[in-house]
Structures are given as C-alpha cells and as structure tokens.
C-alpha cells in the first residue's frame, strides 16, 4: 500500500503561483510513476502531470505546458507541483497519485482545492 497526502492548495489571484506538495508513504519502492490529476466542478477528472521514477521523465497536459513544472525530492519521498501563471480556468481539486508497475494509478490522495480568482 501507498498512501499520498496533498498540501498546499488555496486561493490565488490570475497570474499567481501556487506549489503542491505530495507526501508519499508506505510502498514507495513500488512506485514507477507519481501524477497529478484535477478535476473541476461539473467535470471529469483530467490528467495534469506526471513523473517517471526510473528516468525522471515528465509528461504535462497541454493546458499546463509552460507553466506547470512537476519535480520530486527523493529524500522526503514527495512530489511537487510547481504552478504559475495561474487562471481562473486552473480551479479545481487537485489529486495527487501513485502507479506501480501496472502502469496504473492504484492509489490517491484525498485532494487539494485550487481557486484562481481574477
């Protein structure tokens, strides 16, 4: 088992910047890949980014390209989420989760709120 913890949502105006953190435990030595996932009111939950363990690769959605960044800190076994240049069209809650060989995302965490105000 994995367990994920999300900090460091809350509100910010247009153009501000945000950095969620996600604090992984239990298994961790199982786990290929770390992504961040949101979803908006009255939407499907989306993919945000990603981060390979095995060779560092990052993947991004368009939408966030440019100005997400996603990063790890091996030592603390945590990922972040790097956010600038935020827009209103950024709100939602924002997931963190854990893939293990399958290639799945098998677990999550319970969720930060993100509010971009203009």
Do not use: H
């Not at 435990?25 to 908006?40: E, I, L």
């Not at 945590?78 to 240049?85: E, G």
């Amino acid at each position: 088992q994995v367990q994920l913890v999300e900090s460091g949502g809350g509100l910010v105006q247009a153009g501000g910047s945000l950095r969620l953190s996600c604090a992984a435990s239990g298994r961790t030595f199982s786990t290929y890949t770390m992504g961040w996932f949101r979803q908006a009111p009255g939407k499907e939950r989306a993919f945000v980014a990603s981060f390979r363990w095995s060779d560092s690769s990052t993947y991004y959605a368009d939408s966030v390209k440019g100005r997400f960044t996603i990063s790890r800190d091996n030592a603390k076994n945590t990922v972040y989420l790097q956010m600038n240049s935020l827009k209103p069209e950024d709100t939602a809650v924002y997931y963190c989760a854990a893939a293990g060989s399958s290639k799945i995302y098998d677990y999550w965490g319970q969720g930060t709120q993100v509010t971009v105000s203009l």
